[in-house]
């Protein structure tokens, strides 16, 4: 599975971005999707997670009630829409591909797409 990030860019605080996260291969619908996110001197974290089914979904705490996962099995695609947003949201975001149960942690998961960059101006 190759996973390609996009839709990051400046915004001012408050202001709202949608991330897309376009996967290749017919087996897309077998994994549980996640974003995470980095930034320079941290450790990367989780923000996001939705199971194959999308049935199951998890936030971060510092997300919730802002950003919504979801995603579309028949365009292979899964989305973060970014609301509200914070200049500590400021990051690096990575999408990623886990089998098996739905995870938050990393090591859950086995694909990983380039980042993209969200900057959040104050």
């Known amino acids: 599975v190759q996973l390609q990030a996009s839709g990051g860019g400046l915004v001012q605080a408050g202001g709202s971005l949608r991330l897309s996260c376009a996967a290749s291969g017919r087996t897309f619908r077998r994994y549980h999707m996640g974003w995470f996110r980095q930034t320079p001197g941290k450790e990367r974290e989780f923000v996001a997670g939705?199971?194959?089914?999308?049935?199951?979904?998890e936030y971060a705490d510092s997300v919730k009630g802002r950003f919504t996962i979801s995603r579309d099995n028949t365009k292979n695609t899964v989305y973060l829409q970014m609301n509200s947003l914070k200049p500590e949201d400021t990051a690096v975001y990575y999408c990623?591909?886990?089998?098996?149960?739905?995870?938050?942690?990393?090591?859950?998961?086995?694909?990983w797409g380039k980042g993209t960059q969200v900057t959040v101006s104050s």
């Open positions: 939705i199971s194959w089914s999308g049935g199951s979904i």
């Open positions: 990623a591909a886990g089998s098996g149960p739905m995870s938050t942690a990393q090591d859950g998961m086995l694909y």
